[in-house]
């Protein structure tokens, strides 16, 4: 099973930056994509950053040239370093996993952007 446990999230104002960590204590076998989905407040789930097995990552427009995301497989973490943050990324933002063409999620972590 995957057990993904994120930090992180918090209260920032515009223009400043968060770093999310997510680290999956479960199992770890066959782990395909890794990312990070946001829900902002009224809104449906959406995809912010994918990172796939081999690294290669797939951003959302609303995210390309502010967030990075990263993957350790050694220590079965992503992160996703969040720049220049609007109060639009204002949201719950989720860890994602998939594996064996299941996906698993994150509890959530609230990031909050005051203009």
């Known amino acids: 099973q995957v057990h993904l446990v994120e930090s992180g999230g918090g209260l920032v104002q515009a223009g400043g930056s968060l770093r999310l960590s997510c680290t999956n204590y479960g199992s770890s076998f066959s782990i395909d994509d890794m990312g990070w989905y946001r829900q902002a407040p009224g809104k449906q789930r959406e995809a912010a950053a994918i990172?796939?097995?081999?690294?290669?990552?797939n951003y959302a427009d609303f995210v390309k040239g502010r967030f990075t995301i990263y993957r350790d497989n050694a220590k079965n973490t992503v992160d996703l370093q969040m720049n220049n943050l609007e109060p639009e990324d204002t949201g719950v933002y989720y860890c994602y996993v998939k594996m064996y063409d299941l996906g698993y999620w994150g509890q959530g972590t609230q990031v909050t952007v005051s203009s």
């Open positions: 990172i796939t097995s081999g690294g290669i990552t």
